[in-house]
């Protein structure tokens, strides 16, 4: 039934039935008896937020075709006479105007663009689900292999683990068997393998189960001196003690006595390392000799060094290194020999190079 109506015509108000949904959002598909009788129209867009197929709706024109048909709203089960029309026309009207419908065909277009640009972008997305089906497949090989060597490193931690576990039982051991103490607070009945260090004397220590062994020294007891500056130490030909006046570093084992220094008596026993330099100044030709010696010049040579000093030669440098086992109040002496006029050269540049240094390296 139209209101009114003209037979092939879209003008005008219309009643139609909703067969099934649209394509769109709110959109439906209907039966139009005074238009199209026994076919479908659609889809059309709804004002009504409540159609449902079935329901009798009321369609009205917003354009010249069929496609410009819009539903504008939901018809009652009884449809009223034609005699009430004009004024569900103007109940209509008040809901639904024509700048409302042109907003809503407009919104229609737009929809139509985005579904074709959304067809595009699905095509691409197609595509890319492929290629990611195959990254898939390749991750899950990769996975797979990554899994037997998750598999392995377990094995490899659990071993570590174990490992660890029986280190910390040796550290806790050793932490047991390490003691910290000075030269006369040792413990007095130590564990074998007990390991003590001296802070006194910075030495360590380890108990063989009858005797405490030497190990290591963190500091290691050394004193040196060198020549004063000044008048040169005249050389004979028979034992001359060279002398030694400046102090460069002392230590409590190294005590240093005699004229200038010329005696040096240690006060630990063990191995002592001493290095000596000595510089000659030469008047004459003739043969020069400096040694490391007992201080009485008779009991022990511990190092020898000569040379034949040319006419014209201004001076003659020697160098002695010795290393061994020195006993407790060992005293200690360098002995410098000329058979010809010569000194010891003690310019302000040259004094330095007659130098001794004592260093206990172990008992």
Sequence with gaps: MSIPAVPGQYGYSHRARVLKAGALPNTWMVSIPAVAPGSLSGPMPSLAPDITVGDLVLVN????????????????????????????????????????????????????????????????????????????????????????AITANGTAITALQTRATADEVNIT??????????????????????????????????????????????????????????????????????????TDQSHADVVASGTGNTILTVGRAGWWAIDVGNRIS???????????????????????????????????????????????????SVNAVASATASIDHSSGNAPRTSIALTWIRP
């Design 282 to 332: 030469d008047t004459a030709a003739g043969n020069r000799f400096t040694q490391i010696m007992s201080s009485d010049f008779a009991t022990t040579m511990y190092k020898s060094q000569s040379a034949l000093s040319q006419p014209g030669t201004s001076s003659t440098d020697f160098s002695l290194s010795w290393s061994g086992q020195l006993a407790i109040g060992a005293a200690i």
């Design 61 to 148: 024109q917003v354009g010249t075709t069929r496609g410009d048909l819009v539903i504008v709203g939901k018809i009652p089960g009884a449809f009223p006479p034609y005699a009430d029309l004009p004024g569900l026309s103007a109940a209509l009207a008040t809901k639904a105007n024509q700048t409302d419908l042109t907003t809503l065909t407009t919104r229609v277009g737009t929809d139509e663009a985005m579904i074709t640009a959304n067809g595009t972008a699905i095509t691409t997305l197609q595509g890319r689900a492929t290629t990611d089906e195959a990254a898939i497949t390749a991750n899950g090989a990769a996975i797979a292999s990554n899994g037997s």
């Design 173 to 246: 051991l050793l932490l047991a068997l390490s003691v910290v103490c000075t030269s006369t607070t040792r413990p007095a009945t130590p564990a074998a393998m007990t390991i003590i260090y001296e802070t006194d004397t910075g030495y360590v220590y380890l108990w063989s189960g009858s005797a405490w062994l030497w190990i290591a020294a963190t500091v290691l007891p050394k004193a040196r001196f060198h020549a004063s500056a000044g008048s040169n130490q005249t050389l004979g030909a028979t034992n001359n003690a060279v002398q030694f006046g400046v």
